[in-house]
Nanobody, 124 residues
Framework: VQLQAYGGGLVQAGGSLRLSCTASARTVSKYASGWFRQVPGKERELIAAISRSGGSTKYADSVKDRFTISVDNAKSTIYLQMNSLKPDDTAVYYC??????????????????WGQGTLVTVSS
């Protein structure tokens, strides 16, 4: 599975961005998906996960009620809508796919395929 993430950039605090992650043709529906982020000196953290069916989602407390993960199987694309952005959201964001996923389950581990990362910078 090849993943290509894009949509990062510079935004002011309180603003919004939508990240996209395009997967190899017709493969998104075969995997659970997630968005991670990483800042220098810290471990990569899972911030949003979605089940293979798209019907279940889970968020880290730090982004809950501000970020929304979704999947468009027809476009084989995973999205992360980010609203009310804060300077602490500044990071490199990675999309990821997890094989061997039960349709309705979200996962925090077992992600095997990664996009190249896209930088989000939130200015105060």
């Amino acid at each position: 599975v090849q993943l290509q993430a894009y949509g990062g950039g510079l935004v002011q605090a309180g603003g919004s961005l939508r990240l996209s992650c395009t997967a190899s043709a017709r493969t998104v529906s075969k995997y659970a998906s997630g968005w991670f982020r990483q800042v220098p000196g810290k471990e990569r953290e899972l911030i949003a996960a979605i089940s293979r069916s798209g019907g279940s989602t889970k968020y880290a407390d730090s982004v809950k009620d501000r970020f929304t993960i979704s999947v468009d199987n027809a476009k084989s694309t995973i999205y992360l809508q980010m609203n009310s952005l804060k300077p602490d959201d500044t990071a490199v964001y990675y999309c990821s796919a997890r094989p061997n996923a039960i349709s309705s389950v979200t996962y925090s581990t077992g992600y095997s395929y990664w996009g190249q990362g896209t930088l989000v910078t939130v200015s105060s």
